[in-house]
Each structure stands twice: as C-alpha cells, then as structure tokens.
C-alpha cells in the first residue's frame, strides 16, 4: 500500500511539473508571439503600447523613455533591418519627416525599420545618453532582432542629421565583428567637433571596418558640415574601408519638415536605392600600386646621383622625398653639414617622389656599388597628396609600398641598418589635421611593426613639429607640409642618438639636445 502511495505521489509530482512546463511554454510561446508583434519596444526588451508624444509638427520634444519603433516591412522577400536614428539637434527628435517617412519608402524596398528615439534635452547637450541609447539599441537589434520579428542576417544604420552624427559614433564605439553592414550619413551634423583642449575630431572612422560607408550632403548644407564629413569619408576610405560621398541638389534642410525625404521625386531616393542594392566593392588582392616601380619625372637629378654613386662610397644614404631633399638648399646646408657630411652622406631625396618611384630608383642605379653602414628613408606624404596626384593611396598601400623598398633594401644592402622614419605629420591646407595626416598616421602605424631591433629601426619625431592641442608649428612647419631649416634641425637632433648608435660611433651628448628613445 505505501508503494501505492509513494507511486501516486511521483505520478502527481511529474504531472505537476508537466503542467508548469506546458504552462511556461505557452507563456513563453506568447511572449514571442507579442514580440514579433509589437509596434514599440523599450531597450530592455519590454513591450510597449505606445512611443514618446509626438507634436503636430511629428516633432518629439520631451523623452520619457527610449525605445525602438518597429515597422517591418511586408515583402515576401525581405533584404534586411535598418536601424534609424532621426535627427533634430540632440534637442528634439524629427521622427515624421526622418523617422516614419522613410520607414515607408525604405520597407518599399525590402527592409523592416527599426526607428530610435532616444535621449534628448533642451540644451541640446546630451549626447553622451543618446550614444548610450543608440548602442543599446544597436547590440538589442543585432543580437535579438529574431525575437522583434526583424531580419537580422544584414543590418544597416542610417542617421540624418545629429542622427548622422549619432551613427557615426555609434560605429566608432562598436567592436569590428559588431560592426554595420552599411553606414548611411544623411547631411550628418556637427561632424568638426573637436575633443577638449586639441584640435582632433571626436568622430573619427574605425581603423578596420568592414561596413560600407555612404556620405550624403545637399549644396545647400552647412559648409562646415560638409568639409569635416567629407575629411570623416576620406579618412574611411584611406584607412582602406569602402566609402562613398554623393552631393544632391535637393536640400533636406529647404524642404517641408513633414515632407519625406525619400519621396520618388528626389535625388536622395534614387541614391539610397542604388547604394543599398548595390555590392560591396571587390578588391584585387596582391596588386598594390604603391609597391609597383615606376620612372619618376626628375631623370636629371636621378641620373646625377648615380654617376655620383659610381663613383664615391657612402656610409649613411639619404633616401626620401623633397623634405630630404631640402638638405641641399642653402639655408639648410648647416644642419647637413653639422649631423650629415661629417658622416660621409649622400642625398638621394627628390622632390615629389612617392613610394613606387623610390623602388624604381633602387631597381635602376641608386644602390649601384655601395655598402652603406645605414640607410635612412623618409617617405609617405605624396602618396596621400590627392592635390598634385592623380591618384591617393590609402593606408595600407602605402604601409605596402614603404614595406616593399624596406624588403628591397634589406636585399640588396643586407649589412646595412635602416631607419625608417615615421611619415611626416604635415598636410595641405592648413595646420590642424585632415585625411592626409590620419592616413599618413595608419599607414605609420602597420610600417612600425618592422621594427626588429637589429635591422629595422623606426623614428618617431613627429612630435616636435606639433603643438600641444595637436595643430602644426608654424615655426616648425611654415607651409604646414616641409619642415623650416628650424624644423629640420629638430629632427636631425632628435635622430642624432640613433645616428651616432647604429653607426657604431661614441655619442657626443652636446650635439643633442632630444632623444628619441
């Protein structure tokens, strides 16, 4: 009887936890359901029956929660999600004209949306919450977009606006595997901002991504907006990303607030149908035209040095371009004489040469009959100069190409030392930093890791033609590009003890007055 007992017990037990199981199935079962269904979701995940109040004008002037407003799209065949941040300042949220407008136009084409509306304040001040808010919002959709009835096999972020500079730095805050398939900038805003107390950006691409990058700005936009964008698109596309910036001519600015930016009859729409249609760009792995040799222009002054090379040995060969050689101008020549010719130096920088020149010159002659002690290579800068180059290479590149004549000169020389140095923190236009300087940056940042502490030597002077908040020395730099015989003499004295190590002599502290090391 007592086994009878504790049989019926176990039965009841057992049927019990059937129960709840079912019980907690179905209750999860219509959770799910609700979540696929909802309209508004808060950052935690909860389901919410209805968004922030919006004014007559679809204007959200006070937040009292944010959350994501989903509206999926009816097509059979959906392509994606798009996370939506609209603009208004960081003081107000246009989620009309730049939130649920677009949301129409862009479920046309195969996306379900899911618009932000996130942290604002009168001031407009605030951003620090809304970029806390939209990276909430970001990693929820990423990671738990199935749940919301989203599919989340690509997802794009697109920002108008502060809401363009709110996904921009989205990126930036997000790890490369979390990274966007694409990033959309519609006339993004504020994009010059600088950090406390210098003069760099505080949005700035992420060094490796693998998100395409679309620009949009109207002619009638803010100038200033447009040229740091643009720099921002440039610096992406240098750090060797895929990035595109489109002009328009209908403004986003000069039309009706309650007007969709997207409607058929503008430009905008027709680019962003192309450009989220569109593949990502191939590109050909193994062919760096960086890395390639090709005959310079100056044949005089290269035909020179080589008669001079057949002729006389060296110790130390000056490999660059013209801020090497400027050495041999005369208001110069005291630095050359003072930390070069007592060396037995030769000049062999040439004005306007690039990387793919400098291997040409080495292929051709420059190293004819010569067994240097060190070689020092300067080079870079035109390889990034879009003003007088037809073509601008990008970081890596340029790494490759400056790599290439390292590998070449090791070949060729390989009981000579070599210094590389740091490429040059000048630019055109100016001394606060643009594409150029950030690109010249990066591919500095790949060349570093030659270094071997044997035969590869890296040298960093950079900063003494800087100033504090990062802007370039005037007195340093006079045409923010070429150091000024001041400049060079810095850097010949900041390079004087590695000189003087790797030349095997006994360094004579009074000539320097900077260490590298």
Not at 246 to 271: E, M, V
Not at 372 to 384: M, Q, S
Not at 422 to 445: K, Q, V
């Amino acid at each position: 009887m007592k086994k009878i007992i504790k049989l019926n017990y176990l039965l009841s037990a057992i049927l019990l936890i059937l129960i709840l199981l079912s019980n907690s199935y179905s209750q999860t079962k219509a959770n799910k359901n609700t979540l696929c269904s909802a309209k508004y979701c808060s950052l935690d995940l909860k389901v919410l029956e209805k968004g922030n109040y919006i004014d007559c004008t679809g204007t959200i002037h006070e937040l009292k929660i944010p959350l994501i407003h989903l509206i999926r799209s009816k097509s059979k065949f959906t392509v994606g999600t798009i996370l939506l941040l609209p603009g208004g300042g960081y003081s107000s949220l246009s989620v009309k004209s730049e939130g649920e407008s677009l949301a129409d136009s862009l479920n046309m084409e195969g996306f379900d949306i899911a618009i932000l509306e996130y942290h604002i304040s009168a001031d407009g001040q605030n951003s620090d919450s809304a970029l806390f808010d939209a990276l909430k919002a970001y990693r929820l959709v990423k990671n738990r977009g199935k749940l919301l009835g989203l599919k989340v096999d690509r997802l794009d972020l697109l920002g108008i606006s502060s809401g363009g500079n709110l996904a921009a730095k989205t990126v930036q805050g997000l790890a490369l595997k979390e990274q966007p398939d694409n990033l959309i900038l519609i006339s993004p805003s504020n994009m010059n901002e600088t950090q406390h107390g210098t003069v760099y950006p505080v949005v700035m691409p992420p060094i490796i991504s693998t998100t395409r990058l679309l620009t949009t700005f109207s002619v009638n936009d803010n100038q200033t907006w447009i040229k740091s964008a643009l720099e921002y698109t440039k610096t992406w596309k240098g750090y060797d990303g895929d990035a595109t910036f489109k002009w328009i001519n209908d403004s986003l600015f000069l039309a009706d607030r309650n007007r969709n930016p997207l409607s058929n009859n503008t430009q905008l729409y027709d680019l962003l149908k192309l450009f989220l249609n569109a593949k990502p760009d191939v590109i050909i792995a193994g062919i760096n035209p960086a890395a390639i040799a090709v005959e310079g222009k100056n044949k005089k002054r290269f035909t020179e040095k080589c008669e001079l090379l057949k002729k006389e040995k060296f110790d130390l060969l000056m490999i660059g371009n013209s801020i090497t050689n400027n050495f041999e101008k005369a208001q110069y020549q005291p630095i050359w004489n003072q930390f070069f010719a007592p060396r037995k130096a030769v000049n062999l920088g040439i004005s306007g040469y690039r990387t793919e020149n400098v291997i040409w010159n080495i292929e051709n002659g420059f190293l004819e009959g010569q067994s240097p002690k060190l070689v020092v290579l300067e080079i870079g800068t035109n390889n990034i100069d879009e003003k007088n180059y037809p073509t601008r290479h990008t970081a890596g590149q340029l790494a490759g190409g400056i790599i290439e004549i390292v590998r070449i000169l090791r070949d060729k020389l390989p009981h000579a030392k070599i210094i590389v140095m740091r490429c040059f923190p000048g630019c055109y236009g100016g001394p606060n930093p643009t594409s150029h300087r950030f690109i010249l940056e990066r591919a500095s940042d790949i060349v570093s890791k030659l270094a071997d502490g044997k035969h590869i030597f890296i040298c960093d002077v950079n900063r003494f033609f800087l100033n504090k908040d990062g802007s370039i020395n005037h007195d340093m730099m006079g045409d923010w590009l070429h150091p000024t015989p001041e400049g060079a003499k810095a850097w010949a004295e900041a390079m004087e003890p590695l000189l003087s190590k790797l030349m095997d002599e006994k360094h004579d502290q009074s000539n320097s007055t900077t260490n590298i090391f």
